[in-house]
Structure formats: structure tokens, C-alpha cells
T-cell receptor, first 114, second 115 residues
Framework: TQLLEQSPQFLSIQEGENLTVYCNSSSVFSSLQWYRQEPGEGPVLLVTVVTGGEVKKLKRLTFQFGDARKDSSLHITAAQPGDTGLYLCAGEGAGGTSYGKLTFGQGTILTVHP | KAGVTQTPRYLIKTRGQQVTLSCSPISGHRSVSWYQQTPGQGLQFLFEYFSETQRNKGNFPGRFSGRQFSNSRSEMNVSTLELGDSALYLC??????????????FGEGSRLTVL
């Protein structure tokens, strides 16, 4: 069974601070996706990383896939209240077509205070 | 284009009852996946359907079942409800074709409360 350990579980910070969320596993994934979910809504994809060592930037968000494709991180620079939400990492298994099955981390609830 | 639509959004059932949830995927998407989201377990994969066939299944008891219709709409059913089945049930669609990105497009979910 593939597991993704996401940390921290909760993060409460002030506007303008930086933060990093980690997603770790002992398993190799063919890709790693990051989603953001707001209350009353379904998760929405932020980014997909596919290549070991890959770094992707989305405005103030920086995503990195570990060299061995077992871990990933999400770094937010100068957080804003609009960044508040549940952040989820999700891995697609390396053993072939996943057919809709992603392994999700437990999520990080981020609260950014004005 | 319209997103993934799930109905009902909220429902309350009692133990022992059964429930059917519905999902209409994005137009043109042929793959529909179902996930259960709870505070303790997070998002857990239930099953995936493509062209009316179940292609993948998670580790849930047989009380959880699903089906897909020829128009790609999908339903999931939970029989003999237990308190622990209280959760947000999320449906997600993808084109389901070889080479698609794997991104899941989620609906807003159906929140089930079992009393």
C-alpha cells in the first residue's frame, strides 16, 4: 500500500510570511499532483510534477519533486489571506496506468491571517 | 464548459438505510472516479469507471458499489449505512484517454451524514 505523509497538518501564519509544506513517501510515484480545496468545494489542481528534481513555479508558489520521485514540497512566498485553504498532495503510482486512482496525503490546513 | 455536477449536495440518513449518489462528468470526459473524504482518513479512492466498466477499485467493503451509464454519468450506492460512512463523497472526471494528464476534475461533493 502506498502512503503519502504530509506535514504539517495545520499551519497558521501571518500575511507576508513564507511557508513550506512537505509530502513524503517510501514509494516511488510516476507523478505528484498538488491540489487546493476550499470549504464546500472539491479539490482543484495547482500543479503536476513528473520528473525527478523538477521545480515548477506558479506565481508565489514553488513546487519541487524529489530526485527519487518519493517526495515533494510546496513553498509559498509572502502568503496572503487568499491562500487560506486545504492543500493536498496526491501521487500517481509508478506501476502503470492508475485509472483514476491517486494516493492522497492527509492534507495541510493553511490559515493566513491579515 | 460545465464542471462536474454531483447530486444531492447534502443528505441525512439513518443507520441501516441505503443511499445513491449521482455524478455527471464534464462533457466529453469518459472516466469517473469516486473518493471518500473524512477528517481522519483524508481522501480515499473508492472506484473508477470508464465506458460503463469498472477499471479500478479501492479497499472498501462490498456495501459500496457503483455503476456508469452510456452517457458517462455515474452513480454510487452505499447499502446498510453505518455511522462511519458519514463523509464527503467526491466524484472526479477525466477524459480517460491514453496520454491524458491524469488531472482529476472534482465536483463539489455530496455530504452524507448517517445518524
Amino acid at each position: 500500500t502506498q502512503l503519502l505523509e504530509q506535514s504539517p497538518q495545520f499551519l497558521s501564519i501571518q500575511e507576508g510570511e513564507n511557508l513550506t509544506v512537505y509530502c513524503n513517501s517510501s514509494s516511488v510515484f510516476s507523478s505528484l499532483q498538488w491540489y487546493r480545496q476550499e470549504p464546500g468545494e472539491g479539490p482543484v489542481l495547482l500543479v503536476t510534477v513528473v520528473t525527478g528534481g523538477e521545480v515548477k513555479k506558479l506565481k508565489r508558489l514553488t513546487f519541487q519533486f524529489g530526485d527519487a520521485r518519493k517526495d515533494s514540497s510546496l513553498h509559498i512566498t509572502a502568503a496572503q489571506p487568499g491562500d487560506t485553504g486545504l492543500y493536498l498532495c496526491a501521487g500517481e503510482g509508478a506501476g502503470g496506468t492508475s485509472y483514476g486512482k491517486l494516493t492522497f496525503g492527509q492534507g495541510t490546513i493553511l490559515t493566513v491571517h491579515p | 464548459k460545465a464542471g462536474v455536477t454531483q447530486t444531492p449536495r447534502y443528505l441525512i440518513k439513518t443507520r441501516g438505510q441505503q443511499v445513491t449518489l449521482s455524478c455527471s462528468p464534464i462533457s466529453g470526459h469518459r472516466s469517473v472516479s469516486w473518493y471518500q473524504q473524512t477528517p481522519g482518513q483524508g481522501l480515499q479512492f473508492l472506484f473508477e469507471y470508464f465506458s460503463e466498466t469498472q477499471r479500478n477499485k479501492g479497499n472498501f467493503p462490498g456495501r459500496f458499489s457503483g455503476r456508469q451509464f452510456s452517457n458517462s454519468r455515474s452513480e454510487m450506492n452505499v447499502s446498510t449505512l453505518e455511522l462511519g460512512d458519514s463523509a464527503l463523497y467526491l466524484c472526479a472526471s477525466t477524459p480517460g484517454l491514453a496520454g491524458d494528464t491524469g488531472e482529476l476534475f472534482f465536483g463539489e461533493g455530496s455530504r452524507l451524514t448517517v445518524l
